[in-house]
């Protein structure tokens, strides 16, 4: 069992920037991949972000060019660092951890919110 906690989130301008955080309780190096995914107002839940174990990336096109995560396995964290924020980046935001991959048991963290918002 891998607890995920997230931070970072809060209130920013459009055009502003935040870093979020997620700190697992347990080593993730050796994890699949680990992503953040967002859930605004009336929507569904989606794939913001990815990074599997060898380090490559994957971006919704939506936030591609504004949005890098990355993963610091000394620390068993994730970061999802997040440029030229838009109104409609507004969502709370999850961490997920995927020791096997699809289709296998995976994690969540209890979320985050952003607002953007002038």
């Known amino acids: 069992q891998v607890q995920l906690v997230e931070s970072g989130g809060g209130l920013a301008q459009p055009g502003g920037s935040l870093t979020l955080s997620c700190a697992a309780s347990g080593s993730i190096s050796g994890f699949h991949a680990m992503g953040w995914y967002r859930q605004g107002p009336g929507k569904q839940r989606e794939l913001v972000a990815s990074i599997s174990r060898g380090g490559s990336s994957y971006y919704a096109d939506s936030v591609k060019g504004r949005f890098t995560i990355s993963r610091d396995n000394t620390k068993n964290t994730v970061y999802l660092q997040m440029n030229n924020l838009k109104p409609e980046d507004t969502a709370v935001y999850y961490c997920?951890?995927?020791?096997?991959?699809?289709?296998?048991?995976?994690?969540w963290g209890q979320g985050t919110q952003v607002t953007v918002s002038s």
């Open positions: 997920n951890a995927s020791p096997y991959g699809p289709g296998t048991f995976d994690f």
